[in-house]
């Protein structure tokens, strides 16, 4: 059964850093993977989903990466706000299966002013 | 606005009683989703639906049931069997099953005592 890792579990960091945020899966043989953000109390907020295919996605100042021989995917968040302090998850799907797709236990990231 | 709602915010429940979590979408997606979220955890996945009249058992339905007469709706009841109701209870939806992104509403917080 896939397994997926977000480490470390919080980190802070002050305003304008670059970052990179770490997720590992288990099972290379992925479908897809999915970057969300979630903010206290609230659902959560697809960022960016890369095919098996792609190597990375960009979307304004987040780019997300993929590389399966090594079982990691990378979120780099450019400049860092405040605005982006949120818990960052991410789902790795082995199929297009709903059955298939494991979900890991986040990154709580605080941008400190 | 297209999304998705999910009412109420806060349920509270005495142990032994049935209650039914609201899930509604206007994205017009076929596949809808259940995932219960615990403190440090990841997601799991309670039901999923991919057309109206069909759902299948996530990784932990025990306890749980749910419908889907309407494309726009898949409401969850939480019975008295599930053993540890309390939890953050997140509906999902796609446009397809996990090849396309998942649209989250902002979630249930059930306290059952």
């Known amino acids: 059964k896939q397994e997926v890792t977000q480490i470390p579990a919080a980190l802070s960091v002050p305003e304008g850093e670059n970052l990179v945020l770490n997720c590992s899966f288990t099972d290379s043989a992925i479908y897809n993977l999915q970057w969300f953000r979630q903010d206290p109390g609230k659902g959560l907020t697809s960022l960016l989903l890369?095919?098996?295919?792609?190597r990375e996605q960009t979307s304004g100042r987040l780019n997300a990466s993929l590389d399966k021989s090594s079982g990691r995917s990378t979120l780099y968040i450019a400049a860092s706000q405040p605005g982006d302090s949120a818990t960052y998850l991410c789902?790795?799907?082995?199929?297009?299966?709903?059955?298939?797709?494991?979900f890991g236990s986040g990154t709580q990231l605080t941008v400190l002013p | 606005d297209g999304g998705i709602t999910q009412s109420p915010k806060y349920l509270f429940r005495k142990e032994g009683q049935n209650v039914t979590l609201s899930c509604e979408q206007n994205?017009?997606?076929?596949?809808m989703y259940w995932y219960r979220q615990d403190p440090g955890q990841g997601l799991r996945l309670i039901y999923y639906s991919q057309i109206v009249n069909d759902f299948q058992k996530g990784d932990i339905a025990e306890g749980y049931s749910v419908s889907r007469e309407k494309k726009e709706s898949f409401p969850l009841t939480v019975t008295s069997a599930q053993k540890n109701p309390t939890a953050f209870y997140l509906c999902a939806s796609s446009l397809r099953q996990v090849g396309s992104p998942l649209h989250f509403g902002n979630g249930t917080r059930l306290t059952v005592t």
């Open positions: 890369i095919q098996s295919s792609q």
């Open positions: 994205l017009n997606h076929d596949a």
């Open positions: 789902a790795a799907a082995l199929s297009g299966s709903a059955r298939q797709l494991t």
